[in-house]
C-alpha cells in the first residue's frame, strides 16, 4: 500500500496586518510557504471598506506559486466576506459555490469540491460570527447546504470564534465532526483554540498542529494551524 498525503492550512490573515500593526503582505506569504500546505483557507483576506480590495496583492501571490480560488472579484478581493482559498499546482478544481450565513453580523462561507492527490475532496471555509446564537445558526445552515449536495469527502475550515470546547457547533455540523483543536490565538501567547477543522468519517485526519516559528507569531494576531488528511491506495 502507498500513503497519500494532503496537508490544509486554515489562516485568519487579519488583512496582513501583523501585531506590529504593520501591514506586510510579504510577510504573509512567508508564513504561508512555511506551513508546506498544498491548499490554505484564510480569513480577513480582504480589507474591511468596499470595494474589499484583497489585502493580498494578487501578482505576489502568482508569483510564490499559488493558485486563486474564483470566489472573490478579478483584480480585487480574493474572497467572499473576507474567506478566500489558495491551491498549489496538482489541485484541480471542480466546482466552486459561496453561501450567506444568518446571524448578526453579516457573515458568509464558501465551498469549493477539489481533484486532489487523495481524490474528489470538498473543503468548506467559514469565519464565524462573535455571538453564540450565530455561530449555532451559521454552523446549521452549512450542514443543510452540504445535506443539498451530492456525498463528497468534506473538511471544514476556518475561524470558528469559539473558546469552549464547540459541542453545540459539532451537534449542529453533524454528520461533519470537529477535530480536536490546538491554541492558535493570540498568537504571541496562544491559549485558545480558535481556529478549527472538522471532517466527515470518510476522511483520515490529523495530527492538528499550530504554525509556531517566526515570522508567525508576529504577522497575524491568529496562528495558521494545519492537518494532514491521508488516503491509502494500492500500490
Sequence with gaps: MSQTHLR????????CVGLDLRRNPRRT??????????IVVLQEADKRLA????????????????EILPFGVPGGSIGWHGNAMLMRPGVTVIETSKLDLPGIEPRGAIRADLDTAIGRLRIVGVHLG???RS?????????????RLP??????AGDFNEWGPGHDLDAELHPVQLLPGVASYPAIRPVAALDRFGVTADLDAGP??????????????????TVDLTATRPG
Excluded at 490544509?8 to 488583512?15: C, E, M, P, R, S
Excluded at 455561530?135 to 445535506?147: G, K, P, S
Aim: hydrophobic share 40%.
Design 8 to 15: 490544509i492550512a486554515t489562516y485568519n490573515l487579519q488583512k
Design 29 to 38: 506569504l512567508e508564513v504561508l510557504e512555511d506551513t508546506e500546505a498544498d
Design 51 to 66: 470595494p474589499r480590495p484583497t489585502a493580498l496583492p494578487h501578482d505576489m501571490i502568482a508569483a510564490e506559486g499559488w
Design 130 to 132: 462573535l455571538v453564540p
Design 135 to 147: 455561530r449555532r445558526q451559521q454552523c446549521a445552515a452549512i450542514r443543510r447546504m452540504l445535506e
Design 151 to 156: 456525498p463528497c469527502p468534506t473538511l471544514i
Design 208 to 225: 492538528v498542529r499550530p504554525h509556531l516559528a517566526q515570522p508567525a507569531r508576529i504577522a497575524s494576531d491568529h496562528l495558521p494551524v
